[in-house]
């Protein structure tokens, strides 16, 4: 018996020895590139040592001459899941072989490292779809994401369609080509409706694709169909397009073109002719700015030249700024500053419009900038754009509408609504009256009359034939020719047959015209209503027309007045006679009286010296001093001045007490009580006052002074 039993142990044991030297020889013919006889060993041994054999069969498959990577993932699979199942007895035999316990992820990396070269090799997106699907433990899983992704976004680029596009996203939504596939979809869709670029096409795609990317750069595409620096194209473009993205700057446009680059005159009209426009907060910041009058000051706690501009109030609107010199008022929102020797122009925001490069600068009229450089002149626009390059030697701005350029004998002649020059063969050009030009040619030697039309061109009323051409009536003319005056209309038909040597322009009804014979009156239709009876005298060009029904004339060397029937109001009876608007002045030797014909009254002769100082007010000089009465002839300013000057609605006096000057209303009362230095005229409407060396402005539309 125990025979027997030792027999089967035997047996037992050599089998076992057997079984188990087959599995690890087949790693010894592994190790010696015996790969046949390896995976026959290993096949044999996979079901009793399947961790074993599996992962001996992976490894032959991932020899390069016996390369079968699907083959060797299928066993390396199996050997991962039976791995924990091998004996330590095993793995030390395995060590024999360089097997250890990391064996098996070594040749999961491996295979991975495989199949991504093998997809790298094939380039197709499929490829690389399948191992993110089949192996997400592959170490190259971020490279294989961004090589599917990046095939099939170049498979897209070629395939130039939409749909397909679209079936991308949806079935990998988290792509890292994401942004580039919308961008490329957007792309298709342009392409494939866009294809001439008109107004239509462009309208009708953004509103049919409003989210595509290109939709914005197509409203800027078709937004320039109208941004033509025409303010109605503007306008049509606003009312066609309010979705558009460049609406407001459409807006803005039709702002800048429609008050000329907020041109104060301008702004609360555009306010009622647009009560659409949206950005009305800036509008009535401008309109309110635009009406607050700004005057200059300096502070010389921070420099002798550093200038700024104050409100009435005395606040720092613009702050005082370094080097800044000879700052003017404010014309038309714009004020001329000098810097370092140069001049430039800002607004009342303190912008700078026109740069400091300028040897000269003005505003002129017509709203365009006159510059001089180096003795040469040009013209820029108001937003400080270069209109007329400086090159001319000589610029005159005729009116509001019209100016001229000289190229030394040389002239152009513009519009303010066009840059071209016009059609215009006169070298010269200079206003008559409203819609009247007189334009002068042959040297200068002989002069036309022109009228200007709604398109800016001049139309000629009298050819350039004229001596000289003077207004007569509303549409009437005084022509000189061949050295006589020749009353015509502006259709060229002659009014009257007579000649004369002088004839005024129709004053209150009536024109004073001069014979050989003397002196008489015209109408309105130049028919001789009061005789030639009268002689001339000087200043009978202003004397001599009526005025709230009578004129001054001279007859036999004596002066009197009558009425427009010829009847003497005063007979002839003075010396000298003048016109003091609604009263009269006689001479008597050396004196003057003052005469009133609304009460029939005359002064006593006390006056050295009679002038009109305007709306009825008269200057008189008595004993050396100077007076003032009014049109009723009451005393406004006793005779103790040694100067009085009217401006406007305000007196500046000069006593004889002491060397200061006083304002002084039209009442003569004290508009301040302060004693100035000096009172100079600055602008229409203000007054330049120094007064301990300290400089303000008195304001002669409503009597305000403004000083520190």
Known sequence: MVKIISLYLILFSVLFSAKSQNVYKSFERLRKKDFYSAQAGFNKKLKRYPAESALGLSLCYTEPSYLNIDSSLKFLLIAEKKWPTVSGKSMAKLALYGIDKNSVQKQKNLIGQLFFEHCISLNEPECFDFLVSAQPWNNNISEIIYYR???????AKQ????????????????????????????????????????????????????????????????????????????????????????????????????????????????????????????????????????????????????????????????????????????????????????????????????????????VLDNTLILVSSEGLYGLLNRDGSVRHKTEYTQIIDVDSIYYLLYKGEESELYCINSSSPLIFDPTDLELLDS????????????????????????????????????????????????NELKIMTKSNEMMTD???????????????????????????????????????YMGIMSSGLFHKGYAIVKSEGLFGIIDTAGNYKISAQYKQLIRLED??????????????????????????????????FVLY???????????????????????????????????????????????????????FKSIQPLTKSHLLVNNENKIGYFRLTDGKLIME
């Open 498 to 536: 007579s000649n004369y040597v002088s004839i005024s322009p129709l004053h209150n009804g009536y024109a004073l015209a001069m014979k050989e014979t003397g002196v008489g009156y015209l109408n309105s239709q130049a028919e001789e209503v009061i005789d030639f009876q009268y002689e001339p």
């Open 621 to 675: 000089k008595e004993n050396g001093k100077y007076g003032m009465m009014d049109a009723e002839m009451n005393a406004i300013l006793p005779p103790v001045y040694r100067v009085i000057k009217k401006f406007r609605d305000y007196f500046v006096t000069l006593g004889c007490g002491n060397d200061l000057y006083y304002l002084m209303d039209g009442k003569g009362n004290l508009v301040s009580t302060i004693g």
């Open 159 to 362: 395939n130039k369609s939409t749909a397909y596009v679209q079936k991308l996203l949806e079935i990998y939504p988290e792509t890292l080509f994401k942004s580039k596939l919308h961008a490329l979809y957007d792309s298709f869709e342009l392409n494939n409706n866009i294809k001439t670029n008109t107004e239509v096409e462009l309208a009708a795609f953004i509103e049919a694709h409003p989210e595509n990317r290109f939709a914005g750069p197509l409203q800027d595409s078709l937004f320039r169909f109208f941004h033509k620096n025409d303010a109605e194209l503007y306008l049509s473009f606003i009312k066609k397009y309010p979705l558009n993205r460049n609406v407001a700057f459409a807006w803005g446009r039709v702002y800048e073109l429609e008050t000329n680059y907020y041109h104060p005159a301008l702004l609360e009209g555009f306010a009622r002719r647009y009560p659409d426009y949206p950005n009305k907060v800036q509008l009535s910041q401008d309109i309110n700015l635009s009406k607050l009058q700004l005057y200059p000051f300096s502070d010389s706690s921070i420099s002798a030249n550093a200038y700024g501009y104050k409100n009435d109030e005395m606040d720092w609107i613009i702050p005082p700024r370094i080097k800044f010199e000879e700052p003017s008022f404010f014309s038309q929102g714009y004020a001329v500053i000098g810097k370092d020797g140069l001049y430039g122009i800002i607004n009342k925001n303190g912008v700078e419009i026109v740069p400091f490069i300028y040897d000269e600068v003005e």
């Open 583 to 616: 009263l009269y002045a006689s001479r008597q030797g050396d004196h003057w009286s003052i005469l009133s014909l609304t009460k029939d009254s005359i002064t006593p002769a006390l006056f050295a010296s009679i002038d009109a100082l305007g709306d009825g």
């Open 435 to 482: 819609c009247y030009y007189l334009g002068y040619g042959f040297g200068g030697m002989k002069v036309g009359l022109f009228q200007s039309q709604d398109n800016c061109d001049l139309s000629e009323v009298l050819s350039i034939a004229y001596g000289e051409i003077n207004k007569f009536g509303e549409d009437s003319f005084v022509g000189e020719i061949r």
């Open 149 to 155: 992704d990046s095939l099939f976004y170049s498979r």
